[in-house]
């Protein structure tokens, strides 16, 4: 592991102070008690500002819409699976045995995860600009342009662009519950519009699936409502 460790650190960039850090950031949760999953959530919001700061620079002429769009896209799973296999994480993860068996290694989910939980092992070691720094430095090789403007809008961002049409307060997601064994699982995420007093349920194999299901259901309800109210009018 302490070889692993070192040539992660080679590819990352970054040389840790506290190695115990980044050992914590690639144990998963079926591995042990000192899991990644609070890291995950810092290496989220820091992944988000640095892309966001990145984009602003890059695409001065762009609207805040087209922004958001292109953000969206960049953090999404797919996007941090490609980087984190980039990265060699599939071989530096620490996984439990029954998640091992079900192809743990290269799982897109525990993959973008883990890529979350580095950033913000990164973050709580040496600060924000060294974070900034290694989130410049996964995306260098992607070409941003004014052109991925264009790229097809994910469900949350599509909800939350209806919602802000209408004047409405953004939709609230929370968990409601988890289903399976560790290496199985099946999140059930509810999406509420308070002020419409509607909520809509998605499930999918993580959190941000199950955010997208739940927001794609809402924006189909809302959407056919609008029709029908056009239709009566």
Not at 107 to 131: C, K, N, Q, W
Request: charged share 20%; glycine share 8%; with cysteine.
């Amino acid at each position: 592991m302490a070889a692993a460790l070192e040539e992660l650190q080679t590819r990352l960039g970054h040389r840790f102070a506290r190695p115990e850090l980044l050992a914590r950031a690639l144990t998963h949760r079926s591995y042990g008690a000192d899991h990644n999953e609070r890291l995950e959530y810092l290496g989220d919001a820091v992944l988000n500002l640095a892309v966001a700061h990145l984009l602003y620079e890059a695409l001065a002429a762009q609207p805040e819409g087209d922004l958001s769009r292109v953000r969206a896209n960049l953090v999404k799973q797919d996007t941090l699976h490609r980087l984190a296999t980039g990265l060699g994480l599939p071989h530096a993860i620490r996984l439990g045995a029954g998640e091992l068996r079900s192809g743990g290694r290269q799982r897109p989910s525990i993959l973008a995860d883990t890529l979350e939980a580095v950033i913000g092992a990164v973050y709580l070691d040496a600060g924000h600009a060294a974070a900034d720094a290694l989130v410049r430095r996964l995306f260098a090789r992607i070409e941003i342009t004014p052109q991925m403007q264009a790229a097809a809008k994910d469900a949350k961002t599509a909800l939350q662009e209806w919602l802000q049409g209408q004047r409405l307060p953004l939709p609230r997601y929370s968990v409601a519950g988890v289903q399976g064994a560790d290496h199985q699982q099946t999140f059930q995420v509810d999406c509420q519009v308070s002020d419409l007093n509607l909520v809509q349920r998605g499930a999918g194999p993580s959190r941000r699936a199950a955010e997208q299901a739940a927001a794609a259901a809402m924006l189909q309800t809302l959407q056919q409502r609008q029709k029908t109210t056009k239709s009566i009018a």
